[in-house]
C-alpha cells in the first residue's frame, strides 16, 4: 500500500471511518475491525453511519464506535471511506468527508472513482474486508478475535459464503488465518445466515410472488414498492439478499430488484450468473459495483425505472 496512505493513519490522532450507504456486511465488518485496531493504539475513532446498523449486524464488537452523523459534527484529522465506490455512496455524508485534512478510500469496487487523497483501490480483491486486513498486517496491527470476528463477516458476506467467483485462494488464506484467532464459525455463521425474523421471511414470500421472468426467461424482475414494505412491515434493509432469489432460478442470468425508497427515488440491486457485467449496466444509471454485483439509485417513477432498466439489460443480453 502506498507510503503516504500509511503514513496518514499513522499521524492522525482523530479517524472517522465511513462505510457506504446501506451498508452491508462487508462496508460494516471492515469498518469495525480497523475502528478497533485504530482504538487499540489509543487514536480516537469513530464510525460514521448513514443509517443505524441492521440488526443482522449488531452482535459484531465495535459496533458501540458507530454514531450518526447528526450526533457529531467534531471535524476529524483523518477520514477513511471504506467499501464505497464513489461519494453518491457517503449521502448525506459526503460533505462532512471531504472537511478533514486528510482523505483516504480503501475499496474493491471496480467502478471506484478515486475521490480521495490517498485511494487504494484492489477489484481483484473479493471483499474491502481483505483490503483492510492487509493493512493492519503492512501496519505491524496485531488481529485479535474481535477483529477477525469483524473481517470474517466483511468476507464471508461479500462472497456469498466463498460461493461467488470472486472468491480465490488468497480469499480462503484470509479467512484461514482469521480462524486461527479462535473464533467460533458455527456460531458467526448462524448468526450472519440463519437468523432471519419472521417480518423478511413475510417479505421474502411476497418478493417470490411478485418476481417477474422477461427476455426468455433470462432476466429476473422484482419490484417492492413502499406499500409492499408497509404491508409486510418490512424495513428497508430486510430487502437485503432478496435480488439473489432471481439468479438463483434456472437459465436466469441477470437478476434486478428495483426497491421504491420515496416516490421518486428507486434504488436498483442488480446480479448476473455468468457473463453479463452488471457494473456497466449500473453505471450507466450513475451507480457502480462489481461484475457480478452491482447498483445504483435511479430518480424517477417505479414503472419508467423498471421499463428502461429492462430495455438496457435486454442488450447487454444478446451480447453473448
Ligand atoms: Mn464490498
Avoid: W
Avoid at 41 to 70: C, Q, R, W
Avoid at 91 to 109: E, Q, V, Y
Avoid at 191 to 213: G, M, P, R, Y
Amino acid at each position: 500500500m502506498e507510503k503516504g496512505l500509511i503514513k496518514a493513519i499513522e499521524t492522525a490522532e482523530s479517524i472517522a471511518i465511513f462505510p457506504h450507504t446501506s451498508a452491508d456486511g462487508d462496508a460494516i465488518g471492515s469498518s469495525l475491525a480497523l475502528a478497533l485496531a485504530l482504538k487499540k493504539t489509543g487514536k480516537k475513532v469513530i464510525v460514521y453511519m448513514e443509517e443505524s446498523i441492521p440488526d443482522t449486524y449488531k452482535f459484531l464488537p465495535g459496533s458501540e464506535l458507530a454514531v450518526f452523523i447528526s450526533e457529531n459534527d467534531d471535524i476529524m484529522g483523518l477520514n477513511i471511506a471504506l467499501d464505497t465506490g464513489d461519494t453518491a455512496r457517503l449521502a448525506s455524508r459526503a460533505a462532512l468527508f471531504f472537511k478533514a485534512p486528510a482523505t483516504i478510500n480503501i475499496d474493491h469496487h471496480i467502478t471506484n472513482t478515486k475521490f480521495a487523497q490517498y485511494n487504494h483501490v484492489d477489484a481483484s480483491a473479493a471483499s474491502t474486508g481483505e483490503l483492510v486486513f492487509l493493512l493492519l498486517k503492512e501496519m505491524n496491527y496485531e488481529i485479535d478475535a474481535d477483529m477477525a470476528k469483524c473481517l470474517y463477516t466483511a468476507i464471508v458476506t461479500d462472497t456469498g459464503g466463498f460461493k461467488y467467483g470472486n472468491t480465490t485462494a488468497e480469499t480462503h488464506r484470509t479467512a484461514a488465518e482469521l480462524l486461527s484467532t479462535g473464533i467460533d464459525v458455527a456460531d458467526l455463521s448462524q448468526k450472519l445466515f440463519d437468523n432471519t425474523t419472521f417480518v423478511k421471511l413475510k417479505l421474502t414470500q411476497k418478493a417470490i410472488e411478485l418476481l417477474e421472468l422477461y427476455e426468455n426467461d433470462l432476466l429476473a424482475v422484482t419490484v417492492i414498492t413502499q406499500d409492499v414494505l408497509q404491508s409486510t412491515g418490512a424495513k428497508d434493509e430486510d430487502c437485503d439478499g432478496l435480488v439473489n432469489i432471481g439468479r438463483s432460478i434456472e437459465g436466469v442470468e441477470v437478476s434486478v430488484l428495483i426497491k421504491e425508497k420515496s416516490t421518486n427515488e428507486i434504488r436498483v440491486n442488480l446480479r448476473s450468473k455468468t457473463y453479463v457485467d452488471v457494473s456497466e449496466i449500473a453505471a450507466a444509471f450513475g451507480g457502480g459495483g462489481h461484475k457480478r454485483a452491482a447498483g445504483c439509485t435511479i430518480k424517477g417513477r417505479i414503472t419508467d425505472v423498471k421499463e428502461q432498466l429492462i430495455n438496457t439489460i435486454k442488450d447487454k443480453l444478446k451480447r453473448r
